[in-house]
């Protein structure tokens, strides 16, 4: 009886699993056309103007990696590799070449995404606090040279895993007689994708996993905390600007650090659901064709609709929340001239 119910909860998860998917995809394309001209408006030169526009700048690039690089999956699967179509090898070198550039650039440019995150919210902090102040952490440079930070340790630990991994050659692929506008006895080869250290791969994967979860519990606990230290923060200036005769400064500055308050709180939500996953993965024991098994194997898929719908938000938090962003947006459009 629990076999048969254990059977039943387990295809209507993968049920609706199916549906995730296509949400996904829905919204990875969505993020991905709203973030071009989010990043257009960022590099602008009205809005290069500090340190936490200069790393918005870098979380741009970061999402927009990564959600291309979503896209191109789902366009795979829907049409082309993911059809039962015998007409296309779907073992061909420069496709699997290209899942493996995938792979890579999604691992390095998503984690490099949260950890910027952060990096946004210790700068403001940082800026807050030091009010009044002539700070070097509040120069553009300073902010382009943080994002080269994540991104250089995140190659280096992906790069680690990765580059074990070559594309040999397994076989001849032939296309089913009902396949025209091939020529007769045509063949192509046929690849895989083969990990070269396979008797150390068990031991390489845990060292991955394991510096890959201690980079995500730095992420997880620095969020909540940086959230905590924002809101004390605008508080505190808020007071301050209320005795204060220069209240449109004081406000201009609180409005653009409730705003990053905002991108922390949704990089919180974010994250949280990776961090469950990662622990369950590493410290409980799953059992094969187990509803827990099939719950953290589609796992993946709800936290990358998380992070789909997190780089989707930042131009809309910051066209609603930034006065100076709208400026700029009307200055692109030509309805305001720059002054």
Known sequence: MNKSLNEKLINFIN???????????????????LNIPHLLILIHNSMRT????????????????????????????????????????QYSYWNLYSVLIGDFLQAVFEKSSFWLGVFLALTRLVIMKAAGTTLKI?????????????VALSSVHSGYYFSGYSII???????????????????????????????NLLQIVNRYQMGKEVSGVLIRVSYPILTVLL??????SAKIAS??????????????????????????????????????????????YS???????????????????NASSHGIINFTMSSKYRKTVKTCLGCKKQQ
Not at 176 to 184: I, K, Q, S
């Open 15 to 33: 049920e609706i699993a199916e549906n995730v998917f296509f949400i996904q995809f829905v919204i990875s394309i969505i993020g991905f056309v």
């Open 50 to 89: 500090s340190s936490t526009n200069s790393i918005m700048i870098g979380i741009a690039i970061c999402d927009l990696i990564v959600l291309s690089e979503y896209v191109y999956e789902n366009v795979q699967k829907y049409w082309f590799l993911g059809s039962p179509n015998l007409c296309i090898n």
């Open 138 to 150: 509040s120069k553009p440079i300073f902010g382009y040279l943080l994002i080269l930070i994540p």
């Open 169 to 199: 050659q397994r076989g001849i692929w032939e296309p089913e007689d009902t396949c025209t506008g091939y020529p007769a006895n045509y063949s192509e080869p046929k690849f895989q994708r083969y990990f070269v250290d396979y008797k």
């Open 231 to 236: 809101i004390f923060e605008i508080r505190k």
């Open 243 to 288: 005795k204060s005769l220069s209240k449109r400064s004081s406000e201009e500055r609180n409005r653009t650090c409730r705003m990053i308050l905002v991108m922390t709180i949704l990089y919180v939500i974010t994250s949280a659901p990776a961090g469950i996953l990662g622990h369950l993965q590493l410290f409980v024991d799953i059992k094969p």
């Open 291 to 309: 509803i827990l098994e099939t719950l953290v194997s589609y796992g993946s898929i709800f936290v990358s609709v998380l992070f789909c719908l």
